[in-house]
């Protein structure tokens, strides 16, 4: 089963402007905490472990804006569900045509199930189900992925709503 959060390296290049580079490190540091929470490319970026490498900096020639570009290493929590992946989520929403939207931390995930299946095995609002990714799209500087995947079990049922609550004191007459 697909841990949302991972451990990675990532490698990445920071563009610093001019009047920050002597306090380069600096900027780039904050720069890094700034994407925190964030979609980047490789994934939702949930936090920074630590910065492995800053390497040297370049300008480009055709860049005549004086910034310059470092490349940098840095390892961190990231969430980038791939196909075939199995997730467990939580249902949201159930439509009555073929789908569930499930949610688990930062991602929503559009479920795809015949009805037959969301009557057989009783999946509504706060029931606990696995899933396998078919497709996932980030957008860059949001703070949710969207997921497109296929029904695999129910894991949990929420408690039934149309249960009686018993007062254990009821009994006690005064």
């Not at 490498?53 to 370049?58: A, F, L, N, P, T």
């Amino acid at each position: 089963m697909y841990d949302i959060l991972q451990n990675v390296n990532i490698d990445t290049k920071i563009k610093v402007p001019a009047p920050s580079i002597f306090k380069y490190k600096k900027y780039i540091s904050q720069y890094l905490k700034n994407i925190c929470n964030k979609c980047i490319v490789s994934g939702y970026l949930d936090s920074i472990n630590k910065i492995n490498m800053i390497g040297k900096g370049v300008v480009y020639q055709a860049d005549f804006s004086g910034d310059i570009i470092f490349p940098v290493n840095f390892n961190g929590k990231l969430c980038n569900p791939k196909k075939g992946d199995i997730i467990s989520c939580t249902v949201y929403q159930v439509s009555n045509v073929v789908d569930i939207i499930a949610k688990n931390g930062i991602l929503v995930i559009v479920v795809i199930c015949e009805n037959k299946e969301i009557q057989k095995y009783n999946i509504r609002k706060g029931s606990q189900i696995l899933v396998k990714v078919i497709a996932s799209r980030i957008e860059l500087l949001k703070s949710v992925i969207k997921v497109v995947a296929l029904f695999n079990k129910v894991t949990e049922q929420p408690l039934d709503d149309t249960s009686e609550f018993i007062d254990d004191f009821d009994f006690i007459e005064n």
